[in-house]
Each structure stands twice: as structure tokens, then as C-alpha cells.
């Protein structure tokens, strides 16, 4: 499996890097793009760092390049998505503005039919950011909000962000390393 993973700048960079440590695991072929707003909240928060998520990819692309290989509908992928998605990325996908990489691959992984997850994180949703949820959707995205469930009965932050994980990676068919689903003993 090939998959696009963008970082946009949205708070919650360690649900970057919990997906990126899963698909690692799986043996997925990942191609990382981190966006400029997404470097700045990785300094500001001081969590996972630029370093800690390339070190995951199998390849990483500048989002100022529109010439990457992603960039295009001929490179075959399995899907892309955006983890975490901010307000402002949204906004480009739904109204497929591609002035960056990062909105240029989602933009073409949507032409081509192709699985888009954007995973939410800002709070709480103005209206703007619900109308464009839903024209993301109407696209054929899937939108997700990084909201994790307590029926597992998490004991960490990191099982908390796991669960964000799991329902991710769930959209492409993949299970996440050692998550626990309802009703498993």
C-alpha cells in the first residue's frame, strides 16, 4: 500500500506521528508532506518534531513543490490524508484552492477518486468550517474530528491518541497495532 500523509497546522502533532509510527509498522510506503503552518505549531507546542516524522516516510516532499511526483494524478497512490487538518487546509480542499503540495494532493487524490481522509482538530467548528466539511464531503472526502472513545479504557494519552489512530487507519482498510475494538475481550 502507497499512501500521501499531510501535516497541516492544526494543533495535535503526535496524532501525525501516531499514524506515521502505525503505517511504519504495516510496511506502508508513505509520502510525507508537512505544510509551513505545520512546522510552526511543532515549535510552538514542542511536541514531535519535523525530524521524528520524515524519519517515518519513505519519502518527503517540500509542500512549495507542485512539480513532486504527488502532484499528479499519474502517480498511483492508495489514498491520502491530512492528520492534523487545520481550518485553513480545509478550506482548500473543499473549494479545491491548490496553492501549496499539500491542498494539490488532496485536490488530486479526490480527482482520481481516491480515498481522502482530513482529520479535524480545530475547535470548535464555525460555520464556514462546517459548510466546508461538508462541500470536503460532498467531494468524496471522509472528515473525521480527532476525538478519541473511552470504551477501551484508555490509560494514557498516548491509548488516547491510539483510538485516533485506529479510526484512521481504519479508512483504508488497515488495523492498528495492538488497538482493542468494542466488544473485544
Known amino acids: 500500500m502507497k499512501l500521501v500523509v499531510g501535516v497541516s497546522g492544526g494543533s495535535g502533532i503526535p496524532y501525525a506521528l ?9 510496511g506502508v510506503e508513505v509520502h510525507l508532506i508537512v505544510s509551513s503552518g505545520a512546522k510552526r505549531v511543532m515549535s510552538a507546542e514542542g511536541g514531535p518534531q519535523l525530524a521524528d516524522l520524515t524519519a517515518l516516510a519513505s519519502a518527503v516532499h517540500d509542500d512549495r513543490d507542485l512539480a513532486a511526483s504527488v502532484a ?3 502517480f498511483r497512490t492508495d ?3 491530512i492528520v492534523p487538518c487545520s ?11 491548490a496553492d501549496n503540495l499539500l491542498a494539490r494532493a488532496a485536490h488530486v487524490t479526490l480527482k ?10 480545530e475547535d470548535p467548528f464555525s460555520r464556514p468550517m462546517i459548510e466546508n466539511m461538508l462541500r470536503a ?18 490509560d494514557s494519552v498516548s491509548a488516547l491518541l491510539g483510538f485516533v489512530t485506529a479510526r484512521v487507519l481504519d479508512q483504508f482498510g488497515l488495523d492498528a497495532p495492538g488497538f482493542r475494538r468494542w466488544g473485544d475481550a
Open 18 to 26: 501516531g499514524v506515521l509510527q502505525a503505517l511504519r509498522t504495516l
Open 87 to 97: 481550518a485553513g487546509t480545509l478550506a482548500k480542499v473543499a473549494q479545491g484552492f
Open 72 to 74: 499528479s494524478g499519474s
Open 112 to 121: 482520481e477518486r481516491r480515498r481522502l481522509v482530513l482529520v479535524v482538530r
Open 137 to 154: 464531503h460532498d467531494a468524496g472526502a471522509t472528515v473525521m474530528s480527532a476525538s478519541p472513545g473511552f470504551y477501551h479504557a484508555p
Open 79 to 81: 489514498g491520502m490524508l
